[in-house]
């Protein structure tokens, strides 16, 4: 599709993704800073459900609820619950850049999981390589953090398991065969997600001490169930419907630069030089995970062209 038949709104929904991503993770670490991470994702995962449902009430959107629909909420919620608690609970452990600089691994994580669950080709010459680059990217980021602080470890775990269940998540949700509108798949999702959080609170928490609640985190707290869960995720799924896989597949090369300058910028974390080559490792992975065959194919082609011409 062109650019000038692409609807009005698309640039700026594209934008939002961009923004909403970047700041969801230091919206995690600042939400958690003086609320327990249950308790705050909790909080908002029952504003993104509220504000959701009044949205299927006055657009009168349909929510289905047969078999199949349940089947999309189910898997749908294994990235909701698995990647977001664990994401909250590694914020104690890790700075926001690093957290994004791992979300940011999703494709790839994502793209070894289909070859197993959907059948689809393995890895050519240069996603292979591009997988060995960001792992080598993430090997450097993951040693300084493992050098500065002892605990360093246990956030790491968390963070690479809360990716694995996002990327598991999004690749289980192509199994399931059903035209639905993102919004009632959002609101199902939450659905089937929100007593889950709610039991991870009563298991790890159970208690309200909201005098000891920050404005920052209560602020923060909202601005993820207002954006992050439910604006960012209609805007994702409107993107995906007017651009192609591989300009979408931007917002992972742009989102972890973003997360890792405000991160320093308002959050006052340290940019090491560790940081920065492992995240230049990682980022041209992906780089070369996106684009990398394609570009091959081309330059293959352009060479067999030229030889076929040179010939008499």
């Not at 684009?291 to 008499?312: I, Y």
């Amino acid at each position: 599709m062109s650019a000038t038949a692409l609807p009005k709104m698309v640039p700026a929904a594209f934008l939002s993704v961009v923004l909403i991503w970047s700041t969801t993770p230091l919206g995690i670490v600042w939400s958690s800073e003086s609320v327990h991470p249950t308790m705050a994702v909790l909080l908002r995962m029952l504003i993104a459900l509220t504000l959701g449902s009044l949205i299927i009430l006055i657009a009168r959107i349909r929510l289905p609820w047969n078999a199949t629909a349940r089947k999309l909420y189910a898997v749908s919620s294994i990235g909701i619950v698995g990647g977001m608690l664990l994401s909250y609970f590694s914020a104690r452990y890790l700075p926001s850049s690093t957290m994004s600089l791992f979300f940011g691994l999703s494709p790839l994580i994502s793209g070894l999981l289909a070859q197993k669950l959907l059948n689809e080709p393995k890895f050519g010459p240069m996603r292979l390589v591009a997988l060995a680059m960001a792992f080598v990217g993430l090997g450097i980021v993951c040693s300084s953090k493992l050098s500065l602080a002892s605990d360093s470890w246990i956030g790491l775990l968390l963070i690479l398991s809360a990716v694995s269940l996002f990327s598991l998540s999004g690749v289980l949700i192509k199994t399931v065969k059903i035209n639905i509108h993102p919004i009632a798949s959002t609101v199902g999702a939450l659905i089937y997600s929100t007593p889950m959080f709610a039991l991870a609170w009563l298991l790890f928490d159970g208690t309200i001490p909201f005098e000891t609640w920050q404005t920052r985190s209560l602020l923060a707290i909202t601005y993820l169930g207002v954006f992050g869960s439910l604006a960012g995720f209609i805007a994702y799924f409107y993107i995906l419907q007017h651009l192609n896989a591989s300009t979408v597949a931007l917002v992972t090369l742009i989102t972890p630069v973003f997360a890792m300058m405000l991160g320093a910028q308002f959050n006052g974390e340290t940019i090491t030089p560790a940081l920065v080559i492992g995240a230049g490792f990682v980022l041209t992975g992906l780089a070369l995970y996106q684009f990398g065959d394609p570009l091959l194919h081309k330059l293959l082609h352009k060479l067999s062209k030229k030889r076929d011409c040179s010939q008499p």
